[in-house]
């Protein structure tokens, strides 16, 4: 279901050719050297969708409003770099039934037209929720609007059934601060049990979807609302309610921080056996660090499928005073893309956590070779095991395009190297291309023994 951007009527990029032909001219003058060339047919990913996808099959989404989609600047960005979509307001409650028993959907449609005809999955953002109530559902209150909230959920999810692929059935039920209590709202006041009814009723209209518990400032681990909502979910999982995934909005702006024990976070909900979702991230600035941060914490946690950013441009932000996004009001890229890019890239290529080894470890040290104009060498050597598997990444642009004395293995954009020994000693080496980035040198990401 997730078309990696790079794939389809564009073509391979000049860029691409370019660095192609470096390759094959590397691998051609190390082959007369007596070295192993490797087959090279894949690039660097050069787009976050594209990256993500390759990560275990992760996405990298935007939310989308429909009225930019004639905004063709707009167009160009969402439809090159993005592979997930959320509506950023178009289906939620007060667009989706204005006036009780009366549904629209006509610019929710729109998006996930747009979205789903490029290959692009969508984000159901929100069936249930305190906040842009229409004024009907205001006045309503008890089991009257207990049925007029489920009512609502069953119509909205089965109109999109079969084309969003994860549901937030509740948003923002939690309260801030340190009681640990639910919110109260209208909603809550028809019973504790509204949570679990709404998502009941989203299984029920749409039984394919994946079903998220979302909301925001759950984000550090030692917080309150976070524990509340990590216990009620944990009583869904055993109790048997239908929740596949818990989605952590991620607005680290207007004062709330990227917290250190993010991954814990992350890690923590995971292993109450649901999927994790960065679902509105956003950071005051946007400094390359967090933007960092957050790629590399859910890139390490298996469950952790994507992360969703809060609008394209800082120009489309709800904060566009704190610019915290990826492009600015220009379109350009700012250094928190190149860094969210860079991360992306060099993941573990099937996503997967780097864990420590089960049968031991050992270790390496690291010898800078030969440099040319256009590439370097690298030999690395193993201490404490005679059979030992050993993994390196380049960072992107730069690609390996050669590797000796070992049975190698590449990620599909070279820049992940899993190098196994292979009875020719501790010591193999490896040809990094530079592709413009001739400072950045390769890391020893593991070393396994066995
Ligand atoms: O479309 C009308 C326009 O016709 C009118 O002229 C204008 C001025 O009144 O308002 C426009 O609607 C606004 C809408 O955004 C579209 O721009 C609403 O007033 C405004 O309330 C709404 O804000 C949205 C906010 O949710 C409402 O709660 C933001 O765009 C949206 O980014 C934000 O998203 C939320 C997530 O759903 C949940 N998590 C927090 C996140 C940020 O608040």
């Known amino acids: 279901m997730i078309r990696s951007s790079t794939d389809g009527a564009r073509g391979p990029r000049p860029r691409y050719r370019t660095r192609l032909a470096l390759v094959i001219g590397a691998v051609g003058m190390l082959a007369t050297a007596g070295a192993i060339a490797l087959p090279n047919t894949a690039s660097a990913a050069s787009t976050l969708g594209a990256s993500a996808a390759e990560r275990g099959g992760r996405y990298f989404g935007t939310a989308v409003a429909a009225n930019k989609l004639n905004d063709s600047a707009y167009t160009t960005i969402l439809n090159r770099e993005f592979n997930q979509v959320t509506p950023e307001n178009e289906m939620k409650i007060d667009a989706t039934e204005p006036q009780r028993g009366q549904f629209s959907y006509g610019n929710a449609d729109r998006i996930v037209q747009h979205a789903r005809s490029r290959g692009m999955q969508v984000r159901g953002h929100t069936l249930a929720w305190h906040s842009q109530q229409p004024g009907w559902m205001q006045s309503l209150s008890g089991s009257t609007l207990r049925q007029a909230m489920l009512n609502h959920v069953t119509q909205v999810a089965t109109h999109f059934r079969g084309q969003v692929t994860w549901w937030d059935v509740v948003n923002e039920a939690y309260a801030d601060g340190s009681s640990g209590a639910r919110r109260d709202s209208n909603l809550q006041r028809t019973g504790n049990d509204w949570i679990e009814a709404a998502f009941r009723a989203a299984d029920a209209a749409d039984p394919n979807a994946q079903l998220c518990y979302n909301d925001y400032n759950i984000d550090n681990w030692n917080d309150a609302k976070t524990q509340a909502v990590y216990r009620m979910v944990q009583d869904f999982k055993q109790r048997g309610v239908p929740i596949d995934c818990v989605g952590l909005q991620s607005h680290f702006t207007g004062g709330s921080n990227y917290p250190s024990n993010y991954?814990?976070?992350?890690?923590?909900?995971?292993?109450?056996?649901?999927?994790?979702?960065?679902?509105?991230?956003?950071?005051?600035?946007?400094?390359?660090?967090?933007?960092?941060?957050?790629?590399?914490?859910?890139?390490?946690?298996?469950?952790?499928?994507?992360?969703?950013?809060?609008?394209?441009?800082?120009?489309?932000?709800?904060?566009?005073?704190?610019?915290?996004?990826?492009?600015?009001?220009?379109?350009?890229?700012?250094?928190?893309?190149?860094?969210?890019?860079?991360?992306?890239?060099?993941?573990?290529?099937?996503?997967?956590?780097?864990?420590?080894?089960?049968?031991?470890?050992?270790?390496?040290?690291?010898?800078?070779?030969?440099?040319?104009?256009?590439?370097?060498?690298?030999?690395?050597?193993?201490?404490?095991?005679?059979?030992?598997?050993?993994?390196?990444?380049?960072?992107?642009?730069?690609?390996?395009?050669?590797?000796?004395?070992?049975?190698?293995?590449?990620?599909?954009?070279?820049?992940?190297?899993?190098?196994?020994?292979?009875?020719?000693?501790?010591?193999?080496?490896?040809?990094?291309?530079?592709?413009?980035?001739?400072s950045a040198r390769p890391q020893v990401r593991s070393c396994t023994a066995g």
Not at 290 to 314: E, M
Not at 352 to 367: L, V, Y
Not at 401 to 417: C, D, E, F, R
Request: glycine share 12%.
């Open 263 to 438: 991954r814990t976070t992350l890690s923590s909900f995971a292993a109450l056996g649901v999927d994790v979702h960065i679902t509105e991230l956003d950071i005051r600035n946007a400094p390359a660090d967090a933007y960092r941060n957050v790629t590399n914490d859910c890139l390490a946690v298996a469950r952790c499928k994507g992360i969703t950013v809060w609008g394209i441009r800082d120009s489309d932000s709800w904060r566009s005073g704190e610019s915290p996004l990826l492009f600015n009001g220009s379109g350009q890229k700012k250094p928190a893309y190149d860094a969210v890019l860079t991360a992306l890239n060099n993941g573990n290529p099937g996503g997967n956590p780097t864990t420590p080894p089960p049968g031991g470890g050992c270790t390496t040290s690291t010898t800078a070779g030969t440099v040319w104009g256009d590439r370097y060498n690298t030999s690395v050597t193993v201490s404490g095991a005679s059979n030992w598997t050993v993994v390196v990444a380049v960072t992107a642009p730069q690609s390996i395009s050669t590797t000796w004395s070992g049975s190698a293995s590449l990620s599909s954009n070279n820049t992940v190297l899993t190098m196994r020994s292979n009875g020719s000693g501790n010591t193999f080496g490896f040809t990094t291309m530079m592709n413009g980035n001739s």
